[in-house]
């Protein structure tokens, strides 16, 4: 499918559109929609789009070029290994991105989705971050205790109540919210 003749437009949505492989012409896009374009393989003339949605496009493995954009959401994206270029995004999705193992290059971030991000051990670089997402296995309290916000995702056992007790004596203004999805 050839989307040259799209580039121009302030909102586009084209998820699901399975056919498309060729984004490179629309770099100029301000709110930009791809979720489930799995054919999608190189992003890297993406970088000025504002708002950038890529959930689900798992065959996209290089997002360096992408550290301009405000907002992007990469959710299920299981092939990005790397997100160190991604530091001066504004909000981050990586949810589900299991083979991030680093996040300590996103000192800039502000809201950030780690949730099922299960090899991610180390937040203390992260400087700037106001809302964390995140799954059952919180990370070390203590490297929390900046937080603004905080979203707990799943099941919330004993030991999760415990944690989020001891976040609150470190951080008493810390707001906690629990939910079943970003």
Do not use: Q
């Not at 070029?65 to 959710?75: D, P």
């Not at 670089?125 to 916000?149: C, G, P, V, Y």
């Amino acid at each position: 499918v050839d989307v040259s003749a799209l580039g121009s437009v302030h909102i586009l949505d084209l998820s699901w559109c399975r056919n498309i492989v060729d984004v490179s012409a629309l770099g100029s896009v301000h709110t930009l929609f791809l979720h489930g374009c799995f054919n999608i393989t190189d992003v890297s003339a993406l970088g000025s789009v504002h708002t950038l949605f890529l959930h689900g496009c798992f065959n996209i493995t290089d997002v360096s070029a992408l550290g301009s954009v405000h907002a992007l959401y990469l959710s299920g994206c299981k092939n990005i290994k790397d997100a160190s270029a991604l530091g001066n995004v504004h909000r981050l999705d990586l949810s589900y991105c299991k083979n991030i193992v680093d996040v300590s290059a996103l000192g800039s971030v502000h809201t950030l989705n780690l949730n099922g991000c299960k090899n991610i051990k180390d937040i203390g670089n992260l400087r700037n971050l106001k809302k964390l997402t995140i799954s059952k296995e919180i990370l070390d309290i203590h490297l929390l205790k900046r937080l603004k916000k905080l979203e707990i995702c799943e099941n919330y056992g004993k030991k999760m109540l415990r944690r989020i007790k001891k976040l609150r004596e470190i951080n008493p203004e810390v707001e906690i919210e629990f939910t079943k999805n970003w």
